[in-house]
């Protein structure tokens, strides 16, 4: 029986799209045993899924120190892994890889960075380019299958597993109209719209559609979050009272949701692996390209302002390019909602039909 590795040390949408890593390998290696190794604050949307047999969870800040990342490397070695796959490639997980001593040790080679090979066995290229409509993040961690073994028919949709007793959540039983998850802050302040802009569209949808709202954010934003909801004209069509602040608790309540809107982040991954109609509002820092996944114009569909405004950004030379990750706030002012409305719009009819 092989041993298999999957390392991803990263946010949630990162480790949801990595777990098709895992359902792809078991079908070339059935009988072999698959490990996960995520941050401890993701496992919600790995639990269960029948192509994991074990999650290694790990504390971010504590695999920082030294000493712990030392014995986390002795402790991987002793496991005598067979493959390891590692498509975030940091430098922890790279030295981990190494010192592994696998025989298959297949990571991605970093561009812009001048690394030793010998990390890996099998270093591989990021793709120049995105070819499936799964998006390219996704398109890049099942060319580290292929690019080593033979796969037939590749699956490149992530999955959710629920329990039975995960599918149901009588809280919103009561609701007769659809409920409409917002998304209405980023994971970082970089991904996340101006308060006023999210608070218009709340109020477009709640006045020309039969529907109720939910806010999604994490639980440290929820200071930020009252202060949209205070700017929200028709506060009776938002749900305040239902909040969930564990990553399982929103894919079960997710689940019972009828569509999603939201900044691009994680939670815009675990909707779509639950099969939810999403509208994702891009960060214009964002390569929308990598992110965006299954985007057909109907069960899911989105706005990024480089297709709104192409001209805007050749403007920019490379360096102030480099600069707006790090402020993107004045470009997300011009994704205005008379601009994103009419797009939203057409997504909303189709979905709500009220």
Known sequence: MKKILIIQNKRIGDVLISSVIANNIKKIFPESRVDFMVYDYTTGVIENNPNIDVIIPINEKELKKIPNLIKMIGKIRKEKYDIIFDPYS?????????????????GNKRKHKKL???????????????????????????????????????????????????KSYPKLDKYKHPVLMLGILGSTPQKSMPYEYIAEIVDYITSNHKVHI????????????????????????IILDIYEDSIRGFVRLMYACDLMVANEGGIVHIAKALNKPTFTIFSP???????????????????????EKPDLFDTFTFEERKKIEENPHDLYKQLTPKMIIPKLEKFLALHLKN
């Open 116 to 166: 030793p090979l010998h990390f890996y066995s099998h270093p591989i290229n990021l793709l120049d380019e995105k070819t499936q409509i799964c998006g390219k993040a996704i398109e890049d961690r099942i060319n580290l299958i292929t690019s080593v073994f033979p796969l037939e028919n590749p699956d490149f949709e992530p999955k959710i597993t629920l329990k039975e007793s995960e």
């Open 214 to 237: 939910l806010f999604n954010y994490a639980p440290h934003q929820k200071a930020e979050a009252d202060k949209i909801y205070e700017l929200c004209q028709n506060k009776e069509s």
């Open 90 to 106: 940091k430098l922890q997980s790279r030295l981990i890889c190494y010192f592994s001593k696998a025989k298959y040790r297949i």
């Open 285 to 307: 820092y964002v390569n929308k390209d990598h992110w965006a996944s299954f985007e057909d114009g109907k069960q899911h569909e989105s706005i990024h302002l480089l297709e």
